[in-house]
Every structure is written in C-alpha cells, then in structure tokens.
C-alpha cells in the first residue's frame, strides 16, 4: 500500500518568508499527486494536483506554486507567505485507489 | 463552494452506542467517500459508494446512498472512544478524485 511522508510537521514562518513544503510517496509508481490545504474546523480545498513530473494544475489562485520534479516527489513553495496562509496542508496520492494521505503539516505565518 | 455537507457538524455518544452521521450534496457524482481524520492527522480512507449502490459495509461501517435525496448516511455500530474522530464525506463527480470535494466534516466524540 502507498505511504505519504510529509515533512516538516510543523513550521512556524514570518510573513514574507519563503516556503518548501516537501511530499514522497512509497509504495505505489506514477501516482496523482495532490496538495490540500484544511483550515481550522473545515474541509479540504485543493490547491494544486499533478497527473506526472513537470505536469501541475493550479484550482486556486493564490501565492503558492507546486512542483514535481520526481515521479514521487510533490513541492508546495511560496516566495513571500501571507498570513492567510496559515493553515494544515496536506499532500495525497491516488494510483487507481482512493485518496492517500500524508499527516500534514501545520504551518503558522505570524 | 463545498459540495457534500455533513450534519450534524458535533455529535457526542456513549461507548457501545451507533453514531450516525449524514452527508448532503449538490450535484451528481459518480461516487461517493468517506474518510475518517484523528486530530492533527491526515485523512484516512473508510468506504467507498458508487452511484449505483445503495448499501454498503465494512465491518462496523455501514453507508447509505440516495441519489435522488442526493445524501448519504454513515453509521458506526457498537462504536468505542477510539472512535472519536472527524468524519468527512467527499464527493466525485468524474470518478477521476480531481474534483473529489470535502464537507467540513463531523467531529465525533465517543465517551468511555
């Protein structure tokens, strides 16, 4: 079965710092890739996916950008972070099979 | 704007109770999920209804669907603390998870 590792788990950022939120998925070969971010109390908004390397679809237009420079390896960045950014973010991974999810990282922008 | 809603957004039950938690939606879907998440984790996939099925189990999971109410239903039978947890309902239109849309979920509290 697919494993999710995110990292970090928890990021503390001042506002207008930059961003790497790093996601790898084992177990499974050319997944879909997905970046979610949860606000407190709330459902999930997709932010980004990824059908394959290179290949990203924004839903969301905001200050993020994502990236996939390996089959199994999904970047969340931002050059200068807001503090509406603060939130859970989590990455996802589907290979003909529901969603598979990360533990997420909660970042604070203060 | 979220597709599947869940009601009641608290519930609080005794051990060994049921708990039941349902799911509204908008649109038409080619399935529909729930997905389970402890504090502070990721989501963890429960169940999985086509738009076809009515019924569905999985131990002491059982999940309803109605497309013409456009709702489902997620009970927990004999349900333990180690229950407690948010429940999500996600609906796909496609089938495809790239327009897989969350409610905001059910937090369940099962108390000893």
């Known amino acids: 079965s697919q494993t999710i590792h995110q990292w970090p788990a928890t990021l503390v950022q001042p506002v207008g710092s930059p961003l790497s939120l790093e996601c790898t998925v084992e177990g499974t070969s050319n997944p879909n890739l997905y970046w979610y971010r949860q606000a407190a109390g709330r459902g999930l908004q997709l932010l980004f996916y990824s059908v394959g390397i290179g290949q990203i679809s924004s839903e969301v237009p905001q200050n993020l950008s994502a990236s996939r420079p390996q089959d199994r390896q999904f970047i969340l960045s931002s050059k200068k972070l807001l503090l509406s950014d603060s939130g859970f973010y989590l990455c996802?991974?589907?290979?003909?099979?529901?969603?598979?999810f990360g533990n997420g990282t909660r970042l604070t922008v203060t | 704007s979220q597709q599947g809603e869940e009601d009641p957004q608290a519930l609080s039950i005794q051990e060994g109770e049921n708990a039941t938690m349902n799911c509204s939606y908008k649109t038409s879907i080619n399935n529909l999920q729930w997905y389970r998440q402890n504090s502070g984790r990721g989501l963890v996939h429960l169940i999985l209804i086509r738009s076809n099925e009515r019924e569905k189990h999985s131990g002491r999971l059982r999940v309803t669907l109605d497309t013409s109410k456009k709702s489902s239903s997620l009970l927990i039978t004999a349900s333990r603390a180690a229950d407690t947890a948010s429940y999500f309902c996600?609906?796909?239109?496609?089938?495809?998870?790239?327009?897989?849309?969350f409610g905001s979920g059910t937090q369940l509290t099962v108390l000893p």
């Open positions: 996802a991974s589907r290979r003909n099979s529901p969603l598979h």
């Open positions: 996600a609906t796909d239109p496609s089938g495809s998870a790239r327009q897989l849309t």
